[in-house]
């Protein structure tokens, strides 16, 4: 079945720093992907929509020039979490959906990337 | 968007069949129902989904009544290897219509 893959899976940085967490579509083109952020013993937080090249759409109270997302490809999206801070440590998991499949089909996340600002 | 309730937490043991239901009162005709689990520190994972009636595959049914206003997923014989967090989404079909989650179901499967 159709897969999603995110890099890295573990990242730890320096507060001040800014890190890159990737999102690709191994074998179907995704036009469009989501993001979400969970914190621990929490649900998945929607945080945007990125859009193939176009601009991203943000959920509401998520700072858009603090995470920047870049959908350059139809099969790779970039969620770049700028000046990281210790309150952004967290999970981040991206999410798409092969639009070339009938109605009715479901989402594929990545595994997920552990960010840890220190 | 439809929203979705699920009981906070369930606990089982080894061998049992467990039920977990889910209420989406305000459900729209072109939604879907999908459950997904998940691992601690991982992705979601789909498990199963359905329009209407009864779904089944190799891991999973789903029972949806007739007015669609909630769901049921039914685990048959789990393992501890179940013991996982289990959302219930409702949405429309198409890649661009996003995905929200609710608090989700933390089952316990116990020895």
């Known amino acids: 079945g159709a897969v999603v893959s995110q890099h890295p899976s573990r990242v730890i940085c320096k507060s001040g720093t800014s890190v890159k967490i990737e999102c690709r579509s191994l074998?179907?083109?995704?036009?469009?992907m989501f993001w979400y952020r969970q914190f621990p013993k929490q649900s998945l937080m929607l945080m945007a929509t990125?859009?193939?090249?176009?601009?991203?759409?943000?959920e509401q109270g998520v700072e858009k020039d603090k995470f920047l997302i870049n959908h350059a490809s139809l099969t790779l999206s970039t969620l770049t979490v700028t000046s990281a801070h210790p309150e952004d440590s967290s999970f981040y998991i991206c999410?798409?959906?092969?639009?070339?499949?009938?109605?009715?089909?479901?989402?594929?996340f990545g595994q997920g990337t552990r960010l840890t600002v220190v | 968007l439809a929203k979705t309730t699920q009981p906070i937490s369930m606990d089982s043991y080894e061998g049992q069949e467990v039920n977990i239901t889910c209420s989406h009162n305000?459900?729209?005709?072109?939604?879907?129902i999908t459950w997904y689990q998940q691992f601690p520190s991982q992705g979601p994972r789909f498990i199963i989904q359905?329009?209407?009636t009864k779904v089944t595959n190799e891991v999973a049914s789903l029972f949806i009544p007739a007015d669609r206003k909630s769901s049921t997923l039914s685990l048959p014989r789990v393992s501890l290897s179940d013991t996982a967090v289990y959302y219930c989404?409702?949405?429309?079909?198409?890649?661009?219509?996003?995905?929200?989650f609710g608090a989700g179901t933390r089952l316990a499967v116990h020895p």
């Open positions: 305000n459900i729209a005709t072109n939604d879907y």
């Open positions: 989404l409702v949405a429309m079909s198409g890649g661009y219509n996003k995905l929200i």
């Open positions: 359905g329009y209407k």
């Open positions: 999410s798409a959906r092969d639009p070339g499949q009938g109605a009715g089909t479901e989402a594929f």
């Open positions: 990125s859009n193939e090249g176009s601009k991203a759409t943000y």
């Open positions: 074998d179907f083109q995704a036009t469009t």
